[in-house]
């Protein structure tokens, strides 16, 4: 899929999900810079919110633990969020398909944007976890030239 096919798939998913597509696009730019076969292991992530589960015995295999904390994607949606969002597939190395990534991404978009009331600079903030402050800014910035 070419970077053109991306970003028009990107506008069209967000379109269907009532958020800003410049904004699904300056997001994807950011977090992948539109590959979707990026994938990021975040250790910190899960020390913090995976392991509770495996002490539960709530997550039983080993891959499944570690593919949780693991952001996915053209819009790296971590491996967790994506199963609290609702993605059901068998392995989340499926969120590097376009298509299912963008889905889960704006699903999970949509709801940090409700969580922060609409104001999509503390939304942008929610999604990267709040771990840069300047985060939101470049996503802003990047949106500009997707209009």
């Not at 998913?13 to 979707?36: K, M, Y």
């Not at 790296?76 to 597939?89: D, L, S, T």
């Not at 709040?130 to 802003?140: I, N, T």
């Amino acid at each position: 899929m070419t970077k053109d096919e991306i970003i028009a798939l990107a506008k069209a998913t967000a379109q269907r999900h009532n958020i800003w597509p410049e904004l699904v696009c300056a997001i994807v730019e950011q977090e992948s810079g539109f590959n979707p076969w990026a994938i990021r292991y975040e250790p910190a992530f899960f020390q913090k919110y995976v392991a509770p589960f495996c002490a539960k015995a709530l997550i039983k295999s080993e891959t499944e633990a570690r593919a949780r904390a693991i952001s996915w994607g053209l819009m790296q949606v971590m491996g967790q969020v994506a199963r609290e969002a609702g993605f059901v597939g068998q392995f989340l190395s499926a969120l590097c398909e376009s298509t299912t990534g963008l889905e889960i991404g704006c699903r999970v978009l949509n709801h940090k944007i409700l969580m922060a009331d609409g104001n999509v600079r503390k939304a942008l903030l929610l999604w990267n976890g709040g771990g840069r402050p300047e985060y939101a800014d470049e996503v802003l910035a990047r949106a500009e030239k997707y209009k």
